[in-house]
T-cell receptor, first 115, second 110 residues
């Protein structure tokens, strides 16, 4: 398996501000993803974080709103920009581990509340 | 397109078996997964099955896959109160990200 940490674990933010969420993995991974879970809902893929190049975004998500970086194989950041209350969600990092690419593990999530 | 469906709620008595069902639409799915989410917690990978298998057993958990009908189920034997949680099925397709179902809330009555 993989140990995935996310920072911060939770935050309360004001409308119009931005928050950067960090994801760190303790082992080599092949793929990293960012998901959103809105209150009482399932998980929706935001984007695939690509090492050294621009992330691949899903329909409905754009780089200006959710810039993503992945400077190396084990670290990625997701920024939620110009936040509004509709951005209140749990944001989860997910990884596919090298040599066990059939499995996909999730971080503990970052719980964001926007006032 | 991709769509994964689950029933929203299941209630069982402690000691009984629970069966959570899921249907998916993408025939190119390579792996199918079951995750557990307890209140205020992240997602725990419970088990997964390769699309060319029809059954997988892991202790109290049994996964059945009917690829023809695109139907996946998770059976939990001897359900305990600690099994109360939301259970998500998910499929992995060519792009390697997961598409999740809506989640089934399992309530275990003592």
């Amino acid at each position: 398996s993989a140990v995935i940490s996310q920072k911060p674990s939770r935050d309360i933010c004001q409308r119009g501000t931005s928050l950067t969420i960090q994801c760190q993995v303790d082992s080599q991974v092949t793929m990293m993803f960012w998901y959103r879970q809105q209150p009482g809902q399932s998980l929706t893929l935001i984007a695939t974080a690509n090492q050294g190049s621009e992330a691949t975004y899903e329909s409905g998500f754009v780089i200006d709103k959710f810039p993503i970086s992945r400077p190396n194989l084990t670290f990625s950041t997701l920024t939620v920009s110009n936040m509004s209350p509709e951005d209140s969600s749990i944001y989860l990092c997910s990884v596919e581990v090298a040599r066990h690419q059939e499995t996909q593990y999730f971080g503990p999530g970052t719980r964001l509340l926007v006032l | 397109g991709e769509d994964v469906e689950q029933s929203l709620f299941l209630s069982v008595r402690e000691g009984d078996s629970s069966v959570i069902n899921c249907t998916y639409t993408d025939s190119s799915s390579t792996y199918l997964y079951w995750y557990k989410q307890e209140p205020g917690a992240g997602l725990q990978l419970l088990t997964y099955i390769f699309s060319n298998m029809d059954m997988k057993q892991d202790q109290r958990l049994t996964v059945l896959l009917n690829k023809k009908d695109k139907h996946l189920s998770l059976r939990i034997a001897d359900t305990q109160t600690g099994d109360s949680a939301i259970y998500f099925c998910a499929e992995k397709t060519g792009r390697r990200a997961l598409t999740f179902g809506s989640g089934t809330r399992l309530q275990v009555q003592p």
